[in-house]
């Protein structure tokens, strides 16, 4: 029973120390209730001031951001389904990202200083030629720098980036075959907006890969992502079992057609504005094949692009900075062929089973003696060796080179006969001997070319022939039977290849395509024609 006066608590009643640990408890929820419930109204004008930001700040693109969601607790943003296209080309964006996630570092915040670190997940890259050739052709004030952007923001500190299973897709065109990168994920750490010294690379960063489907990438080292006027790299890189058919669209722009082969290789790359510096400790290429055309439709675009490669290459040659390098390399089991549409009719001349071995080869020649060895099958048949030795230039290229064909089927080239001499043969081989030096300007050597029971007239297989050309491939079998000069038969003459360089500013590739070019036109085909050979004493850059 309760009196009137009795003030003790009902067992229904809260007791005192349970009424103060709700309102300790309650309120604070309640407020964050509060707060979750206002936050969620501002995630639409943040997420529209954000989106509003940003394509005034690239007024080049069109950025469109599906969702914005604020994290309070965790000091964290997160925006979703983010598109980029560009303006000129809208139809398909350059980039889509399913997630981006940022949050501050609240270690850093309790001393006093914002640090965020940034995942990026699932972003799909699509891009052609005429978008990326609008980036090249931006203006200045179209190109400013995103450092510059952080840099403006002092007050806050980008510690790590990662992005997550990235997808990269590169046309020539709409219609041409996509390159196309899978599995992407970058690493960044350390990433601080402050200005390094040269060869200072304060972040790390690690990229690895899937290339064409089947090929692997892997980058590993550090970066200076504010470097001026592009971000600087120093890392080890690995490629293996690209797919070369897989890079057709690009090459087939320069005329070079490959339709098989897998490239892999390890080495180094330092990329910054003072050092452009690639050195890849080995380099494998196994069972390339791969065709130069040349058309009447193509010829002035290739020579365009031949120019264009020579001062390319020159530049390479001179340029301070740059270092290609390759410590060894190796192509096994290959074909190179080059096709001549141009003719009429058309042919195609090719070295199989080729293995070429290289060894300290580099587009700065003062890096050291550099070395070739090439063994292969011309036209299939042929036992090819090439042996070439490339010293330090100084004003001119100075190099060896031994060339060795052995018993070509000559019916193998009836089309190149057919195009330059209007006949073919029906038998016989020949052989190819030479051997060069360029040194100061000179060119010494010989060149010897050797034809062995060369038949140009079989009845069988001229009988569609006219009456003249018949005539003409029988005066080619009398004149070879009257210049046989050896015991077993054989057509052989030697000339004496010696003198000046007729353009000693030539470049070293330049001069041993020529030395290449002029031992076939000027010796093979005269000889197999019945036609005497005129030895030519120079080296031209024609």
């Given at each position: 029973m309760v009196t009137l006066g009795d003030h003790r608590a009902t067992p229904s009643s809260p007791s005192p120390r349970r009424r103060l640990w709700m309102w300790l408890v309650g309120v604070p929820l309640a407020l964050l209730l509060l707060v979750m419930i206002i936050v969620s109204f501002l995630d639409e004008p943040l997420r529209a001031y954000a989106e509003?930001?940003?394509?005034?700040?690239?007024?080049?693109?069109?950025?469109?951001?599906?969702?914005?969601?604020?994290?309070?607790?965790?000091?964290?943003?997160?925006?979703?389904?983010?598109?980029?296209?560009?303006?000129?080309?809208?139809?398909?964006?350059?980039?889509?990202v399913s997630k981006i996630h940022g949050s501050l570092q609240w270690s850093a915040l309790l001393r006093g200083r914002l640090v965020t670190d940034e995942s990026i997940e699932r972003p799909v890259i699509h891009f052609t030629r005429p978008q990326a050739a609008k980036e090249l052709e931006a203006t200045p004030e179209q190109k400013q720098s995103w450092q510059e952007a952080l840099?403006?923001?002092?007050?806050?500190?980008?510690?790590?980036?990662?992005?997550?299973?990235?997808?990269?897709?590169?046309?020539?065109?709409?219609?041409?075959?996509?390159?196309?990168?899978?599995?992407?994920?970058?690493?960044?750490?350390?990433?601080?907006?402050?200005?390094?010294?040269?060869h200072e690379y304060p972040s790390d960063l690690h990229i690895d890969a899937v290339v064409f489907e089947k090929g692997r990438f892997q980058l590993d080292g550090h970066a200076d992502f504010f470097a001026e006027p592009t971000m600087a790299v120093n890392a080890d890189l690995s490629l293996t079992d690209i797919e070369l058919a897989e890079v057709l669209p690009l090459t087939a722009q320069y005329q070079v057609y490959l339709s098989q082969g897998r490239l892999s290789t390890t080495g180094h790359v330092e990329y910054a504005p003072t050092v452009q510096e690639v050195r890849l400790r080995s380099l494998a290429l196994q069972e390339v094949k791969g065709d130069f055309?040349?058309?009447?439709?193509?010829?002035?675009?290739?020579?365009?692009?031949?120019?264009?490669?020579?001062?390319?290459?020159?530049q390479a040659a001179n340029h301070p900075t740059l270092i290609?390098?390759?410590?060894?390399?190796?192509?096994?089991?290959?074909?190179?062929?080059?096709?001549?549409?141009?003719?009429?009719?058309?042919?195609?001349?090719?070295?199989?089973?080729?293995?070429?071995?290289?060894?300290?080869?580099?587009?700065?020649?003062?890096?050291?003696?550099?070395?070739?060895?090439?063994?292969?099958?011309?036209?299939?048949?042929?036992?090819?060796?090439?042996?070439?030795?490339?010293?330090?230039?100084?004003?001119?290229?100075?190099?060896?080179?031994?060339?060795?064909?052995?018993?070509?089927?000559?019916?193998?080239?009836?089309?190149?006969?057919?195009?330059?001499?209007?006949?073919d043969v029906a038998a016989g081989v020949f052989s190819v001997f030479s051997e060069m030096t360029v040194k100061d300007g000179q060119v010494n050597g010989y060149l010897k070319?050797?034809?062995?029971?060369?038949?140009?007239?079989?009845?069988?297989?001229?009988?569609?022939k006219g009456l003249l050309t018949k005539i003409f491939e029988k005066t080619i079998n009398a004149a070879s039977s009257m210049l046989k000069n050896t015991p077993r038969g054989e057509v052989a003459t030697k000339a004496d290849v010696s003198g000046p360089v007729e353009n000693p500013q030539a470049s070293t590739w330049e001069m041993v395509a020529t030395l290449f070019k002029n031992a076939f036109f000027d010796a093979v085909l005269p000889g197999l024609e019945g036609k005497p050979f005129k030895g030519r004493a120079a080296a031209t850059s024609d």
């Open positions: 509003r930001e940003l394509n005034q700040r690239l007024p080049a693109y069109t950025v469109h951001i599906g969702g914005l969601d604020l994290h309070p607790l965790s000091l964290s943003l997160d925006l979703e389904d983010v598109t980029v296209r560009q303006k000129e080309h809208p139809e398909t964006p350059i980039a889509a840099f403006a923001m002092q007050e806050v500190q980008v510690n790590e980036v990662r992005i997550t299973d990235g997808d990269v897709t590169y046309r020539e065109n709409s219609k041409s075959k996509p390159l196309h990168i899978t599995q992407l994920n970058v690493t960044a750490e350390n990433i601080r907006n402050v200005r390094s010294k040269a055309i040349h058309s009447a439709r193509t010829e002035k675009k290739v020579k365009e692009t031949g120019k264009k490669a020579a001062q390319a290459a020159e290609l390098r390759i410590d060894h390399g190796k192509i096994e089991n290959s074909e190179f062929g080059f096709v001549n549409q141009a003719t009429i009719p058309s042919y195609r001349m090719f070295i199989s089973g080729t293995d070429i071995e290289l060894e300290n080869w580099s587009n700065q020649l003062s890096e050291g003696t550099a070395k070739v060895q090439l063994k292969g099958l011309l036209m299939g048949s042929g036992t090819t060796q090439i042996r070439g030795s490339f010293r330090p230039e100084t004003k001119s290229p100075d190099f060896d080179l031994s060339v060795k064909m052995l018993k070509t089927q000559v019916k193998s080239l009836n089309q190149v006969l057919r195009a330059y001499g209007g006949t070319p050797l034809f062995k029971d060369v038949t140009a007239y079989d009845p069988e297989q001229d009988k569609d």
